[in-house]
């Protein structure tokens, strides 16, 4: 894949942007826009309700990308698929559905490296059930400790919910471990896919998770839109996590004495998980993007990435005090470092703010994972560099030699 090719698909470009924050959101192709705005203008209209041609040409368009999304990361069909406002959403989802599976006693199981957003919806509902919430640790490059996992998974863990891929250090979770530990206790295992499947080429069925979740705007679509896979039986156990129109097959209001007596029965998964009027320009978006992707390749877009973050850490490690922060010279799309000056650490936000007087976009702080960074020694928090299929070696050098300016200038 040709790098400088894909750039002629992102209008952004054309302003100079150099792009390295694709970890907090991507940028979007020509053809994602353009199909969300030809939505608009020729065929908008709900779905799954009324019987007129655009109607049913939305309703068609909306189930399309269910199964597309389902092909992009391999699941069995489209009714394994089920989007969500983006992965904070959909966990926050999927934890209210599960809370009422647990009770006082019973554990969930997160680990430190773990993104707020599939940290907290699970402390809410230890909270709530009067379950306990068990951290496991990771080593000291951000890796998970498989070992501090085995002595803490026992017959009281009901749910472990684990990142694939790490927002702080791009550091990979090796689930197959996991899920083996998960299931021979009967666990849950949920799976945060936010910083995997944009990067990753992904047979979702063979990971050993129950749940994977992840964000489209993170893989080159809109935000507000994202998908939760669940394996086909559990999702149709699954509670409904919100009620209303568009999940029902029927319902029936009897009046009975003194009361009113709900008779509902639920549409099939995925449907009856998809409360309220969907974001149906977010599928035909999200659509588009996963075709993009599936056109160029996850393979050679996690080895363009692995080329450049490589590059990266070899360049920076060159500069006096730059200190990188997780595992070396593994494949991933992200890299995190500071930088040791005579005082301390440089302040990240500073560093970033330089940059950004530069016209290069870069993350700096805890990236919504404070716990992770805290205990890697980085209270402050880091400098957050991530690259996708349009980044090239010259931003690589652009960001480096920023770098190199900073510290020498600073
Ligand atoms: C690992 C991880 N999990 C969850 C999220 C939350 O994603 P969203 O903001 O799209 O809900 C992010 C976003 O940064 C992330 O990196």
């Known amino acids: 894949m040709d790098p400088y090719t894909v750039r002629e698909d992102f209008p952004i470009f054309s302003t100079g942007i150099v792009y390295l924050d694709n970890a907090a959101t991507s940028q979007k192709p020509s053809q994602v826009i353009e199909a969300i705005s030809e939505y608009y203008r020729r065929f908008n209209s709900n779905v799954h309700r009324g019987t007129y041609r655009i109607a049913l040409e939305t309703t068609e368009a909306y189930e399309d990308a269910h199964r597309i999304l389902a092909s992009l990361i391999r699941a069995r069909n489209g009714d394994e698929i089920v989007f969500g406002g983006g992965t904070t959403s959909l966990l926050n989802a999927l934890a209210r559905s599960l809370s009422i599976q647990l009770g006082e006693g019973d554990e969930l199981l997160i680990t430190i490296a773990e993104h707020h957003s599939n940290i907290l919806p699970w402390a809410r509902i230890a909270k709530r059930r009067k379950a306990q919430l068990v951290v496991t640790d990771v080593r000291e490059d951000g890796t998970i400790d498989l070992e501090d996992m085995e002595s803490k998974v026992d017959s009281r863990t009901r749910i472990m919910a684990v990142t694939h891929v ?30 995997a499947a944009p990067h990753i080429p992904l047979d979702v069925g063979g990971l050993g998770a129950d749940f994977y979740v992840f964000s489209g705007h993170k893989m080159l679509g809109p935000s507000g839109i994202g998908v939760m896979w669940g394996r086909h039986d559990l999702l149709e156990d699954l509670e409904p996590p919100e009620v209303g129109g568009g999940i029902i097959r029927s319902v029936k ?23 309220g009027t969907p974001n149906i320009e977010g599928a035909v978006g999200l659509t588009e993007a996963a075709k993009y992707l599936m056109r ?68 700096s702080g805890h990236h919504c994972a404070q716990p992770l960074v805290e205990r890697l020694g980085f209270s402050q928090g880091t400098v957050r560099a991530s690259f996708y299929l349009y980044n090239t070696i010259e931003d690589v050098e652009a960001l480096v030699s920023a770098i190199r300016d900073f510290v020498g200038g600073g």
């Open 296 to 363: 160029i390749g996850l393979e050679n877009i996690r080895e363009h990435e692995g080329r450049l973050v490589r590059a990266a850490e070899e360049k920076l490690a060159g500069i006096r005090g730059v200190k990188i922060v997780g595992p070396r010279r593994t494949d991933r799309s992200m890299i995190s470092f500071v930088v040791q000056g005579k005082h301390g650490y440089y302040n990240p936000h500073a560093m970033a703010g330089f940059l950004s007087s530069r016209n290069i976009a870069v993350r």
């Open 166 to 195: 790490s927002n702080v250090t791009g550091a990979e979770t090796p689930l197959r471990e996991v899920s083996r530990l998960a299931h021979e206790v009967g666990a849950l295992l949920i799976v945060d896919g936010a910083q």
């Open 253 to 275: 209001l009897r009046p009975d004495v003194g009361e009113l007596k709900l008779n509902v029965s639920y549409l099939d998964v995925p449907w009856r998980l998809e409360a």
